[in-house]
């Protein structure tokens, strides 16, 4: 068996860390609102934890799970075919 070197990158691309300091932002915000007084009103009781499902819920996975678009090496962006998995060949056949 050979090993292929793999040239190393990071995982995440620039979309994803700006999602996931959207996330971190807004969770911020959604403790912050928490913290208003009174206890029993709407932002404390209402608002604050919808901002904070929103953000632990759905912008962190969103910035964890979403694949940075490839490019090609002339750096313009590649297509990538629905169902086919990324370095996939495609099978000629008739």
Do not use: D, H
Not at 8 to 22: D, I, K, M, Q
């Amino acid at each position: 068996m050979q090993f292929r070197k793999r040239a190393r990158s990071l995982p995440f691309g620039r979309a994803n860390w700006v999602l996931f300091g959207a996330g971190i932002l807004i969770i911020i915000v959604g403790y912050r609102l928490l913290a208003i007084p009174p206890a029993e009103g709407f932002w404390s009781l209402t608002a604050a934890p919808i901002v904070l499902v929103a953000g632990y819920c759905v912008l962190i996975p969103i910035a964890l799970l979403r694949r940075p678009k490839r490019t090609a090496e002339n750096g313009q962006q590649v297509e990538q075919e629905p169902g086919r998995k990324p370095g996939s060949k495609a099978s000629k056949g008739g």
